[in-house]
Nanobody
Framework: QVQLVESGGGLVQAGGSLRLSCAAS????????MGWYRQAPGKQRELQAI???????MYADSVKGRFTISRDNAKNTVYLQMTSLKPEDTAVYYC????????????????WGKGTLVTVSS
């Protein structure tokens, strides 16, 4: 079993920055892929950034150049650095982890955190 706990969300003005953290515990050695998704009210959960097998990174088109995903294996933590935030970035952000890589859009993610709310004011 793997437990994921997100932190770092909050209220920020447009143009500001936030760094989200996802602390993993449990059978983390088995994790193949970790990523960040977000879900706005009335919308589906959508991929924002994903780190596959430690060396392949993909971003949603809407966040390219603004968001950066990174992983600190020593701390068992994945980060999402978000800059130049826009009101449309407002959502609950979820960290996900996969033991075995699968197909998009969820790439085999079978563990999810409870999410952290990011609110961007205009």
């Amino acid at each position: 079993q793997v437990q994921l706990v997100e932190s770092g969300g909050g209220l920020v003005q447009a143009g500001g920055s936030l760094r989200l953290s996802c602390a993993a515990s449990g059978s983390i050695f088995s994790l193949d892929t970790m990523g960040w998704y977000r879900q706005a009210p009335g919308k589906q959960r959508e991929l924002q950034a994903i780190l596959i097998r430690g060396d392949t990174v993909m971003y949603a088109d809407s966040v390219k150049g603004r968001f950066t995903i990174s992983r600190d294996n020593a701390k068992n933590t994945v980060y999402l650095q978000m800059t130049s935030l826009k009101p449309e970035d407002t959502a609950v952000y979820y960290c996900g982890a996969a033991q075995r890589l699968g197909m998009p859009p969820y790439y085999g993610i079978n563990y999810w955190g409870k999410g952290t709310l990011v609110t961007v004011s205009s």
